[in-house]
């Protein structure tokens, strides 16, 4: 599986942004699919999951109400609608799948067994 992260930008406080993940390589609606976000000096971190289906989510607290996460198998793109952003959003978004868990939407790192190249999001005050 090899997966594609693009979107990240320089913004401002309060504004949006949409990331997106293109995924190739085994039938994209078989596996789960999560975003997780790394700051410097910090450990990567978890935002958001979507089950195989699309029809349950899961997020961080600090995001949840804020971030949207959404695919479409048709077209094998995972999305992370970001709202209200700030500046403690700012770090590096990965893209990750899930092929192999059992849990129907994955959170933990570990759980995961493809990894995006990251892209960057700051936002600034």
């Known amino acids: 599986v090899q997966l594609q992260a693009c979107g990240g930008g320089l913004v401002q406080a309060g504004d949006s942004l949409r990331l997106s993940c293109a995924a190739s390589g085994r039938t994209f609606s078989s596996y789960a699919m999560g975003w997780f976000r790394q700051a410097p000096g910090k450990e990567r971190e978890f935002v958001a999951a979507i089950s195989r289906s699309g029809g349950s989510t899961y997020y961080a607290d600090s995001v949840k109400g804020r971030f949207t996460i959404s695919r479409d198998n048709a077209k094998n793109m995972v999305y992370l609608q970001m709202d209200s952003l700030e500046r403690e959003d700012t770090a590096v978004y990965y893209c990750?799948?899930?092929?192999?868990?059992?849990?129907?939407?994955?959170?933990?790192?570990?759980?995961?067994?493809?990894w995006g190249q990251g892209t960057q999001v700051t936002v600034s005050s």
């Open positions: 990750a799948a899930d092929l192999t868990g059992w849990r129907t939407v994955p959170y933990l790192l570990g759980e995961y067994d493809y």
